[in-house]
């Protein structure tokens, strides 16, 4: 199983910025996916989650309304799209996947982790 994610980058305050997430090696459509970042010298912190067909989706209250969270199951790729970022966005994004649950905030509940992708939000 290898889920890919690209897209991080330099962007600054008030930006966009798409992040992909491409899985292959699992059947895509029966895993929840979800996003998570950490930030240095912090905790793996919850960002968004979405289900198994792309209609559920859950996101922290933290951050309603500027990340939105989507899927394609034909192409196995899970999408997180940032607008208006901040500078305390600044983090590695990770995205996940869990058999057993959709649309979980908990890292203990996904089966399988991508590399991360670090995004950098200057001021």
């Known amino acids: 199983v290898q889920l890919q994610a690209s897209g991080g980058g330099l962007v600054q305050a008030g930006d966009s910025l798409r992040l992909s997430c491409a899985a292959s090696?699992?059947?895509?459509?029966?895993?929840?996916m979800g996003w998570f970042r950490q930030a240095p010298g912090k905790e793996r912190e919850f960002v968004a989650a979405?289900?198994?067909?792309?209609?559920?989706?859950h996101y922290p209250d933290s951050l309603k309304g500027r990340f939105t969270i989507s899927r394609d199951n034909a192409k196995s790729t899970v999408f997180l799209l940032m607008n208006s970022l901040k500078p305390e966005d600044t983090a590695v994004y990770y995205c996940?996947?869990?058999?057993?649950?959709?649309?979980?905030?908990?890292?203990?509940?996904?089966?399988?982790w991508g590399q991360g992708t670090l995004v950098t939000v200057s001021s």
């Open positions: 979405v289900g198994r067909s792309g209609v559920i989706t």
């Open positions: 090696g699992l059947p895509f459509s029966n895993y929840g």
């Open positions: 996940a996947a869990a058999r057993y649950y959709t649309s979980s905030e908990s890292p203990a509940t996904y089966d399988y």
